[in-house]
């Protein structure tokens, strides 16, 4: 919960999409777009699910394999907002008008269409499997759940409280680079965590 927590405070894409939205067309519209997200989710999670679950069942050693490669992914991850400047661009002419359902229909089909969202998923979840007992499959589809609820309510309140947030980072301009710190410890510390994780 608490590294799904960093996460999803943690400037990208998406969060900034949500505010942008909830900033220029009103808070309802930021939520609209949160739903999309967050039910795109859902596909990532049964994927993952599926997929590395039979991954588990057939070699340890491969899933060893995918640890080790989610880990140098996230690395990866931290290197890039390394390298990246820190600033955020907050352009209100970023967000055109649009329905609530096509903000979902967007925010749905955004989030299953990127590759990024499965990697990235690929990386994170398996670090976190909790259980001898129970089926691999169960776990992963907690841990998603889990980081959707969380992610949830996280951009809820982002769609909520984005005047504030707006006024907050024009008014401070080292904000931006505190959040870039931000990301760079929760990759690396995720990473770390994956790769001496016992399971």
Not at 28 to 36: E, F, Q, S, V
Not at 82 to 101: D, M, Q
Request: overall charge positive; proline content about 3%; hydrophobic content about 55%.
């Amino acid at each position: 919960m608490l590294a799904t927590m960093a996460l999803s405070v943690s400037p990208g894409p998406d969060n900034i999409y949500v505010l942008m939205q909830s900033l220029v067309n009103g808070k309802k519209y930021g939520l609209a777009t949160t739903a999309g997200l967050i039910s795109g989710c859902l596909v990532h999670t049964s994927l993952l699910a599926f997929g590395v679950s039979l991954i588990i069942r057939e070699s340890e050693a491969l899933f060893m394999g995918i640890k080790v490669l989610g880990a140098i992914y996230l690395f990866y991850l931290a290197f890039k907002v390394f390298r990246s400047s820190g600033s955020l661009n907050l352009s209100e002419g970023v967000a055109p008008k649009k329905g609530l359902w096509q903000l979902f229909k967007q925010g749905f089909i955004m989030n299953v269409l990127n590759p990024k969202v499965t990697i990235f998923f690929l990386a994170f979840f398996p670090g976190f499997l909790f259980s001898e007992e129970i089926s691999t499959m169960v776990q992963f589809y907690v841990l998603g759940l889990l980081f959707m609820f969380i992610s949830f309510i996280i951009f809820s309140m982002i769609a909520f409280l984005s005047g504030s947030i707006s006024v907050y980072f024009k008014e401070n301009s080292a904000a931006g680079i505190y959040l870039k710190w931000l990301q760079i410890i929760v990759f690396v510390g995720i990473a770390v965590y994956i790769l001496v994780s016992d399971n």
